[in-house]
């Protein structure tokens, strides 16, 4: 009975739907209104560019520029703060507050639980790496592999290949998205670390190796004693969490048209949640808020992006390739002669 809770628990951080439909580029609405003017822009030159994600919804981008990862972090940074007391989304706040405190007084419990589980699959509590050139990243095993999940190298790799792949092929669409992944990893740590030394909770290996059941809280403590005395203060909340949930908005925020995003990503955070119990690295009650912020932060940088358009009005938009009509006439002989004239733009 103990295993099912904590697997109920686990789920309701792997929601999955899966179905693939691919996006369409196609001329934007900038130069659809050039070609009405009878100028033809290269490719390269398009303002933006648009996506059809569905019948009834496209997405335009405005042409990436990388300096906008910088000018646009601290508006981000205040948009999100004002998003998450907002009225839509107050009340969520408010429920990841009640959800923390509700699991306060079962985390020990859930500590131990995963723990048990953890040994009986043969799971590490330590995380072990082993060098990729001078960098000390690839993972040594599976448990080390879940916990890397919310490294931000993991997301700094994933927007590499997404710019690299929209320099290639020139996708404004790959490029923002590189770009807000690495301005979802300054944004959310820019609500973490204050909220870590504001609440100074102790991660749960700290109060094990104490011989205690419950975590202390030491509210504010000096910078000094956080900068040398780390775990004993930074539990509350998980900034692996709250970087990849981030991280991952933006991603489905952009990609809403590959469905597989959704379920992998989210089984792959499910993963990294139990993962970080196992290893007493983070108490359950870490997670709610997180969540939340990470939320927020991921998709107030995607729809600050993105310029969401009913498709029907950028069909109207969009130039005809060609004119056609019927015609007829006479030949000498009296034959009646019927055709059409094609007339290419």
């Excluded at 179905?19 to 659809?32: E, H, I, K, R, Y």
Aim: net charge positive; glycine share 6%; with cysteine.
């Amino acid at each position: 009975m103990k295993y099912v809770l904590l697997s109920l628990f686990l789920f309701t951080l792997s929601p999955a739907i899966a179905q693939v439909n691919d996006s369409v580029p196609q001329t934007t609405l900038d130069s659809v209104a050039t070609s009405l003017q009878g100028s033809h822009p290269s490719d390269a030159d398009l303002l933006s560019r648009q996506y059809k994600i569905n019948d009834k919804l496209t997405y335009i981008y405005q042409k990436p520029r990388f300096v906008d990862i910088f000018n646009k972090i601290p508006r981000n940074i205040g948009k999100s703060t004002v998003e998450m007391v907002s009225k839509p989304n107050y009340p969520y706040g408010l429920a990841a507050i009640g959800a923390t405190a509700a699991l306060v007084p079962a985390d020990p419990w859930l500590i131990r639980e995963s723990r048990n589980l953890g040994e009986n699959l043969g799971l590490n509590e330590a995380h072990t790496y082993k060098k990729l050139g001078f960098l000390k990243i690839v993972p040594a095993d599976v448990n080390s592999a879940f916990y890397f999940v919310g490294n931000g190298t993991t997301f700094i790799f994933i927007s590499g290949g997404l710019a690299a792949y929209g320099l290639i092929t020139n996708d404004y669409r790959a490029k923002s998205t590189s770009m807000q992944l690495l301005e979802s990893i300054i944004v959310s740590g820019a609500f973490v670390q204050p909220f870590k030394r504001l609440t100074g909770r102790e991660s749960p290996f700290i109060t094990a190796n104490e011989g205690r059941w419950h975590s202390r809280w030491t509210f504010a403590p000096s910078f000094k004693a956080y900068q040398q005395h780390t775990p004993y203060y930074d539990a509350m909340f998980s900034g692996h969490l709250t970087t990849a949930m981030s991280a991952l908005t933006v991603l489905t925020e952009n990609y809403p048209d590959y469905k597989w995003i959704k379920p992998v990503g989210y089984t792959a955070l499910g993963l990294m949640c139990y993962e970080m119990m196992q290893s007493k690295v983070h108490w359950a009650s870490d997670y709610p808020i997180a969540l939340f912020v990470g939320y927020i932060t991921g998709k107030t940088i995607a729809n600050r992006r993105i310029t969401k358009v009913k498709t029907e009005e950028v069909n109207a938009l969009s130039p005809k390739k060609y004119d056609w009509e019927l015609s007829t006439s006479n030949t000498w002989d009296g034959y009646q002669l019927v055709g059409v004239n094609i007339r290419f733009r």
